[in-house]
Structure formats: C-alpha cells, structure tokens
Nanobody, 120 residues
Framework: VQLQASGGGLVQAGGSLRLSCVASGRTSSNYAMGWFRQAPGKERDFVAA????????TYADSAKGRFTISRDNAKNTVYLQMNSLKPEDTALYYC??????????????WGQGTQVTVSS
C-alpha cells in the first residue's frame, strides 16, 4: 500500500486546512487509517484515527473539537479537517494505514508527510 498525503500549507492562527491521504496498491484490505504529526525536535504524536467500517473515530486530546477525520472508502482516501488552527499545530503530518490504535507500531504503511505551518 502506498500513501500520498497532501493539503498542507501555511495558514494563520484560527484558520483551517484539510489534509488528504490517498491510498494505492493493495487497497482491498480493510485498514484503519490514522494521522500523526511531528514537530521539529519532538517525537511523532498521534492525532486521529478512523476504523475501516463503520468509521469509528478517536482523537488526541489536542485535536478534539477542532479536527475531524473522515474517509471515503470508494476513493481510498482519508481526510483530516483542521479548524481553529494554533501555532502549536505546526508540524509535519503523516497518514498511516494499519490497525485502529493510537500508537505508531500499529500502523504498517506510512505516507511521506505534508507540512502544516500555522503563523501567529
């Protein structure tokens, strides 16, 4: 499975971005999808995950109420809608496919990352 993330960019605090992650290859497998992020000098952290079906979701506390993860299985795409962005959301955002968990080791496949920068 190959994952291609996109949608990152530079946005002012309070703004919004929608990240997308398209899966290709062995997409017939019913993977859960997750988003993680890594800020400079910090470890990669869990952001949100969504199961294959029925699309159960879970979020990091930092994302609750501001971010929404969704997926379109017909398009092999997962989205992360990010609203009310804060400078501390600045990071390289990765999508991943694997188990429905909050830990990196549950995910088998990783995208290349898309940069999100939030200015104050």
């Amino acid at each position: 499975v190959q994952l291609q993330a996109s949608g990152g960019g530079l946005v002012q605090a309070g703004g919004s971005l929608r990240l997308s992650c398209v899966a290709s290859g062995r997409t017939s497998s019913n993977y859960a999808m997750g988003w993680f992020r890594q800020a400079p000098g910090k470890e990669r952290d869990f952001v949100a995950a969504i199961s294959w079906s029925p699309g159960t979701t879970t979020y990091a506390d930092s994302a609750k109420g501001r971010f929404t993860i969704s997926r379109d299985n017909a398009k092999n795409t997962v989205y992360l809608q990010m609203n009310s962005l804060k400078p501390e959301d600045t990071a390289l955002y990765y999508c991943a496919a694997g188990g429905y968990r909050r830990i990196e080791t549950a995910y088998t496949y990783w995208g290349q990352g898309t940069q999100v920068t939030v200015s104050s």
